[in-house]
């Protein structure tokens, strides 16, 4: 199982970005992005079953980053818009079959992409 997440990198503040995370080897119950800056824990950004249904965003995120997925490439996305500067950190995509109560714990998830680095200039 792999896990490649691309499309980070630089923008201004209010700009947006959209990160894809391409899965191989088998397909999944529930995806999701997390976020983790140096010395801190990862935190959680949204999830979503690949049913889409039970789609899930932090409160930090919400109305401005859209997870997605295309169950056909097996390929899941998060589409970022009006970024803000505290939104600077690694995002990191996520695969597993987490019950309900996980979908937003890094706990719930086996399998993590590489890390693609966010940045936002202000």
């Known amino acids: 199982v792999q896990l490649q997440a691309s499309g980070g990198g630089l923008v201004q503040a209010g700009g947006s970005l959209r990160l894809t995370c391409a899965a191989s080897?088998?397909?999944?119950?529930?995806y999701g992005w997390f976020r983790q800056a140096p010395g801190k824990e990862r935190e959680f950004v949204a999830s979503?079953?690949?049913?889409?249904?039970?789609?899930y965003y932090s409160d930090s995120v919400k109305g401005r980053f859209t997870i997605s997925i295309d169950n056909a490439k097996n390929t899941l996305y998060l589409e970022m818009n009006s970024l803000k500067p505290e939104d600077t950190v690694v995002y990191y995509c996520?695969?597993?079959?987490?019950?309900?109560?996980?979908?937003?714990?890094?706990?719930?998830?086996?399998?993590w992409g590489q890390g693609t680095q966010v940045t936002v200039s202000s």
């Open positions: 996520a695969a597993g079959d987490p019950i309900t109560s996980y979908v937003a714990s890094s706990a719930g998830y086996k399998y």
């Open positions: 979503m079953r690949a049913s889409r249904s039970g789609i």
């Open positions: 080897g088998r397909t999944f119950r529930s």
